[in-house]
């Protein structure tokens, strides 16, 4: 290698470095994001993640200038900065050369894998001129590029609120949080089967104090950043258990499901935190679904291991959030307590458009059934997507073509309209 690849922290110090820099006319920061779309060799793991990322390594040393640097980051995402281009055009250009290099097969030894990458690009000065708003603008642009034909996108203004808005983010959320400001809302999951909703995903909403809602991605992110992740996520958990000891008292029967960022896994004193949550709103443990990223679980699979059993043990039911998207190989998934896949959106929304994502999905529903386990389709929209999926022989869905996620009242309305 030569001296592209960098440590993040090391390309966060080079990345303002050039901005200080009276030299640097313009910048580019892009973040890519990797998808294996063979995810049958993935799973199998025939070839392991490390490998294919050594190659893509090699495959962005071919593309760089002399100047450009990259650094891997957590996710299993690439962030790139790319000193003075030309012009704002040219961070375009270059996301459409990586994209198509990293499209191209990769053969290690006698196997092939694909990658599917998305690329989210934020300018400077065009989009901003400060480190930490460039990367925020392009993870912005990131999630706007998964849905993007070309796979890119290039930040806009108009993709948020006024940077102004950013200022004491952080610090406003820790007050919410603290001030009880914050809300949960629930999403039906529908039996494909019987048509009836069996559970619900709490999903957190907030608006700010200067009147806007903020994206959800962009409350977790920023809870992350600040370290209110743990905090933020026991919140969401103890009003979801609130809400469904409502939901009983109305006479709804269903499971209430609950997102977990990877480092509160860490927290030895989980289960029991947990436990003591269940115990205070009496809500049997069966009915509490705790949903953790693929990617999340096979980072630190021991310790992982260790406590995704003692939260089972609970009678805790345990779900694997995004299933398709990261590396987790049949080996893992053999030695994992779960209940359950949750097959990522992006596949179900592809899933009429591209052979390869229906196969996909074909695949995920075959495997998650031969572990007896049940398969939960996240992003159904409109009635052709929820056919085939029920001829696929999915178990659950999710998604517009219900309903959004709604306010408790809103919710238990919702419930006795479809019951």
Not at 11 to 29: E, M
Not at 190 to 210: F, K, N, Y
Request: proline share 4%; with cysteine.
């Amino acid at each position: 290698m030569s001296g592209h690849l960098l440590a993040h922290s090391e390309l966060i110090s080079f990345l303002r470095q050039k901005l200080d820099s009276p030299s640097t006319r313009s910048l580019a920061v892009l973040i890519i994001e990797l998808h294996r779309t063979d995810r049958l060799e993935a799973i199998t793991g025939s070839i392991s993640s490390r490998t294919i990322l050594q190659h893509i390594d090699l495959r962005l040393e071919t593309l760089l200038r002399d100047t450009d640097r990259f650094a891997h980051i957590d996710g299993g995402q690439i962030l790139l900065v790319l000193p003075n281009l030309a012009n704002t055009d040219h961070s375009a250009l270059a996301a459409i050369k990586i994209i198509s290099e990293l499209k191209k097969p990769f053969t290690i030894d006698t196997h092939s894998t694909l990658i599917r990458p998305y690329v989210g690009i934020a300018n400077f000065p065009d989009n901003a001129k400060d480190g930490n708003q460039l990367l925020m603008f392009a993870d912005i642009a990131l999630n706007n590029a998964a849905t993007n034909e070309h796979g890119f996108y290039v930040y806009q203004a108009k993709d948020i609120i006024e940077p102004k808005t950013y200022i004491g983010l952080e610090v406003e959320l820790e007050k919410a949080l603290h001030a009880n400001q914050l809300r949960v809302n629930f999403q039906p999951q529908i039996d494909m089967q019987t048509g009836r909703c069996i559970s619900a995903e709490a999903l957190v909403r907030w608006t700010a104090p200067w009147g806007e809602e903020i994206n959800p991605s962009l409350v977790v992110n920023t809870a992350e950043d600040s370290g209110l992740i743990n905090p933020l996520t026991m919140w969401i958990l103890n009003t979801a258990l609130r809400h469904a000891a409502s939901f009983v008292k109305a006479g709804l029967n269903i499971g209430i499901s609950v997102n977990l960022p990877p480092k509160i896994l860490e927290d030895e004193e989980l289960p029991q935190i947990i436990q003591q949550a269940l115990d205070i709103w009496n809500i049997p443990a069966e009915k509490l679904s705790l949903e953790i990223t693929e990617g999340s679980m096979i980072q630190n699979i021991e310790p992982t291991l260790l406590m995704l059993a003692k939260l089972r043990e609970l009678g805790i039911r345990i779900s694997i959030d995004d299933f398709g998207t990261g590396y987790s190989s049949l080996a893992y998934l053999k030695r994992l307590p779960v209940q359950e896949l949750k097959i990522d959106i992006l596949f179900v929304r592809n899933i009429h458009n591209s052979v390869g994502d229906k196969q996909l999905v074909r695949t995920i529903i075959e495997l998650a059934h031969n572990f007896a386990l049940l398969t939960v389709a996240e992003g159904v929209e409109d009635q052709a997507t929820l056919a085939l999926l029920r001829e696929l022989g999915c178990d659950i869905a999710q998604g517009y073509l219900f309903s959004p996620a709604l306010p408790e009242g809103d919710f238990i309305n919702w419930y006795r309209q479809h019951a």
